[in-house]
């Protein structure tokens, strides 16, 4: 990878990036968004701000209707929403403020955070970091 990193998506274009990142990063952080949501498109730059200071952290925007064959069952209340895993693991599922000092304090709390209780209402919600990682591979392999 190179120096810095960006928000990587489940666009073709991104798929090796994505692939390596999974595999290489422990941590992973998901914001769930959407296209036609103004504050999203406000916090864009701020989560790939985000992304170019953390090289230990996967960072994927993923939009919940463009990409709704792997946020299935996820309910999002509102945006934007973070999801952040360590070795697939869930930490923490929740709405954000869009704001970097938020996030990055979000971030730092959870280096050494224990996982959750899986949220029974959502298995992808639990399954997502292997969904995108097989999501990846498909689009590499094409």
């Given at each position: 990878m190179t120096a810095q990193q960006s928000a990587l998506t489940t666009s073709a274009d991104h798929a090796a990036a994505l692939t390596r990142s999974l595999v290489e990063r422990?941590?992973?952080?998901?914001?769930?968004?959407?296209?036609?949501c103004d504050t999203c498109t406000e916090f864009r730059r701020t989560f790939e701000l985000i992304a170019h200071s953390r090289q230990d952290t996967s960072f994927v925007w993923l939009d919940v209707e463009d990409d709704a064959e792997l946020a299935g069952d996820i309910d999002v209340e509102n945006f934007p929403t973070l999801v952040v895993y360590r070795e697939k693991q869930l930490l923490h599922f929740g709405?954000?403020?869009?704001?970097?000092?938020?996030?990055?304090?979000?971030?730092?709390?959870?280096q050494n955070a224990a996982p959750q209780p899986s949220h029974a209402e959502s298995t992808t919600l639990v399954q997502l970091p292997s969904l995108l990682e097989q999501h990846a591979l498909k689009l590499s392999s094409a």
């Open positions: 422990p941590f992973l952080v998901i914001a769930l968004c959407a296209a036609w709405i954000s403020l869009p704001q970097q000092g938020i996030v990055k304090r979000l971030l730092d709390g959870l």
